[in-house]
């Protein structure tokens, strides 16, 4: 058997018990109780009831009965009684509290059994053990088990607890990173499709440009097929990366999402959508009012970018503001940057499922607002309601460019 160490509390309980125990004897012994005087056997009687104790949590079943034998040799040969005596029902209590029930039932059953046969015996043979003995012997095993078939419920409770909260927090975590994972790949494809029609306006331009300059000078003609000859091999370069990230993002996206990614294979949205996205959510039962402002060049990237995040925040608020909420939406093209702004006046809160959800969610519009080095803000907003606030740079140079920037906010 490996014999750990004792534990210093249970080793306490013991020093406490024999101290308690030998002052009892020496009190005993002046006033002339029990039947036998106290000598060097019986404080070795004594000391061998209290010692197990200390390793009462890490071998309960060993030592009750290593506390019992000593407490009924004492007992039988007429020892006076001492608070040492209590080591026999902290001993019962460990069997209960940390040993599975049935294994307690048993040792429990086993020690009530010898114990009430000494004390019948004790009751027949001498004439100092009364009858209530039997009474006191019966209630001293089952209450102490008792007690520690509740701890040992307690404790198994929290056990089960902490495990499904763990279970809970990794599960989110597992979610949260599999959001992100697909909200990057979907952001990829959309890219690519705007700089994939950039690059093949770039490759049409070199190559018209070439054939206009043939009579002109050669390195002219050699600059523009290599310019073309670039953009075309950027363009399988691109499309081999895409494919790559769609086997990633369909990794990521699980049967409810199946629908959506579907959906998103139709022709990319703009801010000119955002009307006819109001009218849909109003369809569902959200009144909405939008507001577009402002006539600066927009890149196609971040009018994607606004949209999507137009999108799910009244998705979001379809879903958590409640009944008779009104939603409003606006958006502001300035110079070099875009501001979208979506409130509603309902409850002002959204689940931790719709926080960390796949598809778009609050962490995948974070994801897909950074990845232009814009800003994102989000939280319940003063007055009720939900406020989400995203700021979206719009120069010409959106693609790889990423600043830092912070989030906050949370539903």
């Known amino acids: 058997m490996d014999v750990k160490p004792p534990r210093w509390g249970d080793v306490a309980i013991a020093a406490s018990l024999l101290v308690l125990g030998l002052i009892a004897v020496d009190v005993s012994a002046g006033y002339g109780i029990g039947a036998r005087e106290p000598d060097a056997f019986g404080y070795a009687l004594l000391v061998l009831q209290v010692l197990p104790l200390a390793w009462r949590q890490r071998y309960p079943r060993i030592v009750v009965w290593a506390v019992l034998v000593p407490w009924i040799v004492s007992v039988g040969l007429g020892y006076p009684d001492t608070p040492a005596s209590l080591a026999i029902y902290l001993a019962l209590y460990g069997v209960a509290a940390y040993t599975p029930r049935r294994q307690a039932i048993l040792h429990g059953g086993a020690v009530l059994g010898l114990m009430l046969v000494w004390t019948t015996t004790g009751l027949v043979f001498t004439d100092y053990v009364p009858w209530t003995s039997l009474v006191a012997v019966t209630l001293a095993v089952i209450v102490p088990m008792m007690v520690g078939f509740v701890d040992y419920r307690r404790r198994e409770r929290l056990t089960e607890l902490e495990v499904a909260q763990e279970r809970r927090d990794q599960a989110q975590r597992v979610v949260a990173a599999d959001a992100v994972r ?21 490759t049409l331009q070199a190559e018209g440009a070439r054939r206009l300059a043939r009579d002109g000078d050669p390195r002219v003609q050699q600059a523009l097929e290599t310019i073309a000859a670039s953009g075309r091999t950027g363009l399988t370069e691109m499309q081999r990366m895409i494919g790559v990230l769609r086997v990633a993002e369909q990794d990521a996206v699980d049967t409810a999402d199946r629908d959506r990614a579907t959906a998103e294979l139709a022709p990319m949205p703009s801010l000119a959508a955002i009307p006819a996205l109001a009218q849909q959510v109003e369809d569902a039962g959200l009144p909405v009012d939008v507001s577009i402002a402002g006539n600066a060049h927009v890149p196609a990237g971040v009018e994607l970018s606004a949209y999507r995040v137009v999108q799910e925040s009244l998705t979001n608020a379809m879903k958590h503001a409640g009944p008779g909420a009104r939603a409003q939406v606006s958006v502001e093209r300035q110079a070099g940057e875009v501001t979208v702004l979506v409130e509603d006046d309902g409850r002002g809160v959204i689940s931790d499922a719709a926080r960390q959800s796949g598809g778009h969610g609050l962490r995948g519009m974070a994801e897909r607002v950074h990845a232009l080095g814009g800003t994102l803000e989000y939280g319940p907003r003063a007055g009720g309601g939900f406020r989400v606030r995203a700021v979206l740079p719009s120069g010409d140079d959106q693609v790889g460019h990423r600043p830092a920037n912070a989030t906050k906010g949370g539903r």
């Open 182 to 202: 697909a909200e990057r790949a979907r952001i990829a494809r959309e890219l690519h499709d705007v700089v994939a029609h950039e690059i093949t306006v770039m």
